[in-house]
């Protein structure tokens, strides 16, 4: 019978083409049958030349001696249509006997194709047989999406376990009992632990976690909507880069490679339009850039990663979080962020045209006025650019700047909310006067919101260009460094408990300084200890 069955190779890829004997034309209804193989691997190849012969044999032979039934006939006439593998068939017969086993050089050639495959995800192998199955028990699973993958896997590992299980037994061990036909993965009881590992349900992929995550935030925790942009923004180019999967299938290589490509991806990678419409890998195809994300920015992106797996598995979507607590360079560690500002800095500031030239107080007033305001006060640039007129307020006789949430306002943390004593030396300057003078409900109202940045952005872009052009070209001097000199100053005094300027700057709740001096003002303990501080240099210019 061999002269009915070619092996032909087109291209790379092996096809089995046999013809149907005259006698059985009218029932198979065809003349012949071609069939590719699905391997580039000859000796694979003609391993499965002789299991199809042997199949179609035993097949020729029941429809000779008339021994087909009518769900075998059926099968017949589907497969003379459809082209399943003659193997179907023979499943549909009663009986046919078995087919000759394999010997141990075959069986080994085939369980390293099954373990190539599953190693490369590569299932076309066995789709025709996971098609067979879905139909046998009325199961949809749609190719390419991560349950039929797993689908997939489950039945390669399966395979592979009955080849090592057959191998044992051609080695002459008998402790486990040996296959009486061919291997077959497919039996009811190895497919139902399949299906009922792979219809569990599936776990959200990384978006919907993300988005769980962000509303968790909202509603539990109080997150600001400005807050939730930006974690969003991070969330999605981790995304970018590792893709949107179930988040039970990243694995230690997936945040790897979320480390090493945000060591080289630009630092405008979620600001820039053009950026956005390319990929990740487009995108670095392009480097090497030449402005990269700081360490301190990369490590941001990998916290919340690290925060987003923890959610996951404090709510079982996985078992364990897999995403390791990164850790900060030792240049990085040694770091101690923004400096203060010193003296001679302080000097040469103030002397710029903002504080030297009457008409900015005037049409500008927000360039005289926060630098002072940030100075004395300790407070955030956007906390600053950020007031209403209503939030200068007078608390038991005390004027005090009311940090709030209200209206379109943004504050760092629950702590930034706060009652801030205005220091005696910015009400000498006048600026009761000035809040007198504002028509507008916020205190500068020539500063504009942006999205993901507030009211802070465009002042913040003025200090900047003025520290770097008439103060100082350290770059870890920035307006921030306005607080650093508050903060330090206040700390070296000594005469105020780190608490209390805690609770000034923002750090600690300002109720247990309310709790603690319970027998006289808290709001004159917090005018105390801003009252304390004393930059050290003559500005009384700006008086």
């Not at 569990?200 to 509303?215: A, F, G």
Request: aromatic share 10%; hydrophobic share 35%; glycine share 4%.
């Amino acid at each position: 019978m061999s002269h009915h069955f070619h092996l032909s190779c087109r291209k790379v890829w092996y096809y089995l083409r046999f013809r149907i004997p005259q006698d059985l034309i009218s029932l198979i209804k065809r003349r012949e049958i071609c069939k590719s193989l699905k391997t580039r691997d000859k000796k694979v190849a003609q391993i499965q030349q002789k299991i199809y012969m042997a199949q179609a044999s035993q097949l020729f032979l029941l429809a000779r001696s008339g021994m087909l039934n009518a769900q075998s006939q059926k099968a017949i006439d589907q497969t003379s249509q459809g082209f399943q593998k003659l193997s179907e068939l023979l499943k549909c017969t009663e009986d046919f006997g078995n087919l000759r086993p394999l010997n141990t050089s075959e069986t080994s050639l085939l369980m390293d194709k099954h373990r190539k495959a599953l190693v490369n995800r590569d299932y076309s192998s066995i789709e025709n047989e996971v098609q067979m199955i879905c139909e046998e028990n009325q199961l949809t699973l749609i190719p390419k999406t991560s349950q039929y993958n797993l689908f997939c896997r489950e039945l390669l590992k399966s395979k592979i376990t009955d080849f090592e299980k057959e191998l044992m037994h051609l080695d002459g061990n008998y402790n486990l009992l040996p296959t009486a036909q061919p291997i077959q993965s497919s039996d009811s009881q190895t497919i139902q632990k399949i299906l009922d590992h792979v219809t569990k349900p599936i776990q959200p992929c990384y978006s919907e976690v993300v988005k769980r995550y962000l509303r968790m935030k909202e509603q539990a925790d109080g997150m600001e909507n400005r807050v939730i942009v930006q974690y969003q923004s991070h969330f999605d180019c981790i995304q970018r880069i590792i893709g949107d999967r179930p988040v039970n299938e990243y694995t230690d290589d997936d945040f790897m490679k979320a480390r090493e490509n945000l060591r080289k991806l630009p630092s405008t990678t979620n600001q820039s339009e053009r950026y956005k419409n390319m990929s990740i890998e487009e995108i670095l195809a392009e480097g090497p850039h030449k402005k990269l994300y700081a360490e301190r920015t990369q490590l941001k992106f990998l916290d919340k990663m690290n925060s987003l797996f923890k959610h996951a598995a404090a709510k079982d979507y996985i078992r364990k979080s897999l995403c390791p607590a990164w850790k900060a360079s030792k240049e990085l560690e040694d770091d101690e962020g923004y400096a203060a500002f010193s003296k001679e800095d302080l000097e040469r500031f103030f002397q710029t045209s903002y504080f030297s030239r009457p008409a900015v107080r005037i049409k500008n007033p927000e360039n005289f006025w926060i630098a002072p305001i940030g100075l004395y006060s300790g407070l955030r640039i956007g906390e600053i650019a950020q007031l209403y007129v209503e939030d200068i307020r007078e608390i038991d006789g005390i004027w005090c700047f009311d940090l709030n949430r209200k209206k379109d306002k943004f504050l760092k943390t629950k702590n930034s909310k706060r009652i801030v004593p205005i220091h005696n030396f910015l009400l000498e300057m006048g600026f009761l006067e000035y809040v007198k003078t504002v028509k507008d409900q916020r205190l500068w109202s020539k500063l504009k919101w942006i999205e993901k940045a507030g009211y802070g952005k465009d002042i913040s872009n003025r200090m900047a260009k003025n520290i770097r052009r008439n103060v100082t070209d350290d770059t870890d001097k920035v307006f921030h460094s306005f607080r650093n000199t508050f903060a330090e100053q206040l700390n070296q005094v000594g005469n105020q408990p780190d608490e209390n300027i805690a609770c000034v700057l923002g750090h600690e709740v300002q109720y247990k300084i309310t709790k603690k001096y319970r027998g006289e003002k808290a709001t004159q303990v917090l005018a105390d200890i801003v009252n304390s501080f004393d930059p050290g240099v003559d500005l009384n210019h700006l008086l």
